[in-house]
C-alpha cells in the first residue's frame, strides 16, 4: 500500500514555479518523506528528501508541514525537461528492510 | 559522474525461456536493489540486498524469480520459465548504506513474446 495521496497530474507553465502536493496523513515518527522524477523511459532519478525540516537543493525544495502531514516538492523555474511522473514516497528508516515503495505518482507537464 | 550499469538494455524472449539481467551499482554502495516496473504503474521491489545478504525477497515470486550478488559487488537477476506476464521493465539501484538515497540505473526492458 501506498502510503502517500497524488494529484494524477498538474500542468504548469515555463519558467513558473512547479508546485507538487503530497498528502502522508499516516507517516509515522521515524519515515522520511522522498521524492523521485521518473522521465519517459529512464530509471527514476532522486530529488530530495527530508524528515521534519524544509530541504533545499540544486534541483528542488521539499517544505513539509509542521504536522508532517503533507509536503509540498517545488521546482523553483521549471523547464520542458522537467515533465515527468514525480513519485512522492514515505520511507521508513532504522530498519533494514528501505525499500521504495512507489504510487501512481503525479505526471507534471511542463507547457511552453 | 557514477552510474549504475544495467545490461541488456532490451530483451525479447519466448515464453518458458530463461532470461537473466545484470546489475553492476555505483562502485562502494553496499545495498542493491532489484524492481519491477509494469507499464503505466510506479516501480514494485522485488529484492533488497546488504553486501551479499538478502534483506527483503518477500515480493520475489519464488517459483520463477531468482537473484543473487555472490561477491556483494554486482548482481543477477533470473527468471525461469518466462511469462507472457512478465514483460515490464526491470530496474535496478544502488545505495551507500541503508536508509540512504538510492541511485536507480536505466533498466532493462523486458517483452516476452
Known amino acids: 500500500d501506498a502510503k502517500t495521496t497524488q494529484p494524477p497530474s498538474m500542468d504548469c507553465a515555463e519558467g513558473r514555479a512547479a508546485n507538487l502536493p503530497c498528502n502522508h496523513s499516516t507517516i509515522s515518527g521515524n519515515e522520511y518523506v522522498y521524492w523521485y522524477r521518473q522521465i519517459h523511459s529512464q530509471g527514476p532519478q532522486y530529488i530530495i528528501h527530508?524528515?521534519?525540516n524544509n530541504e533545499t537543493n540544486e534541483m528542488a525544495s521539499l517544505i513539509i508541514t509542521e504536522d508532517r502531514k503533507s509536503s509540498t516538492l517545488i521546482l523553483p523555474h521549471a523547464t520542458l525537461r522537467d515533465t515527468a511522473v514525480y513519485y512522492c514516497?514515505?520511507?521508513?528508516?532504522?530498519?533494514?528492510?528501505?525499500?521504495?515503495?512507489f504510487g501512481k505518482g503525479t505526471h507534471l507537464i511542463i507547457q511552453p | 559522474e557514477a552510474e549504475v550499469a544495467q545490461s541488456p538494455r532490451y530483451k525479447i524472449t519466448e515464453k518458458s525461456q530463461a532470461v537473466a539481467f545484470w546489475c553492476d551499482p555505483i562502485?562502494?554502495?553496499?545495498?542493491l536493489y532489484w524492481y519491477r516496473q509494469i507499464l503505466g504503474q510506479g516501480p514494485e521491489l522485488l529484492v533488497q540486498f546488504q553486501d551479499e545478504s538478502v534483506v527483503d525477497d518477500s515480493q520475489l515470486p519464488k517459483d520463477r524469480f531468482s537473484a543473487e550478488r555472490l561477491k556483494g559487488v554486482d548482481s543477477t537477476l533470473k527468471i525461469q520459465p518466462a511469462e507472457l506476464g512478465d514483460s515490464a521493465m526491470y530496474l535496478c539501484?544502488?545505495?551507500?548504506?541503508?536508509?540512504?538515497?538510492?541511485?536507480f540505473g536505466q533498466g532493462t526492458r523486458l517483452t516476452v513474446v
Open positions: 539501484a544502488s545505495s551507500l548504506k541503508l536508509n540512504t538515497e538510492a541511485f
Open positions: 514516497i514515505v520511507r521508513p528508516s532504522g530498519g533494514g528492510a528501505d525499500g521504495l515503495t
Open positions: 527530508g524528515l521534519k
Open positions: 562502485s562502494g554502495h553496499a545495498t
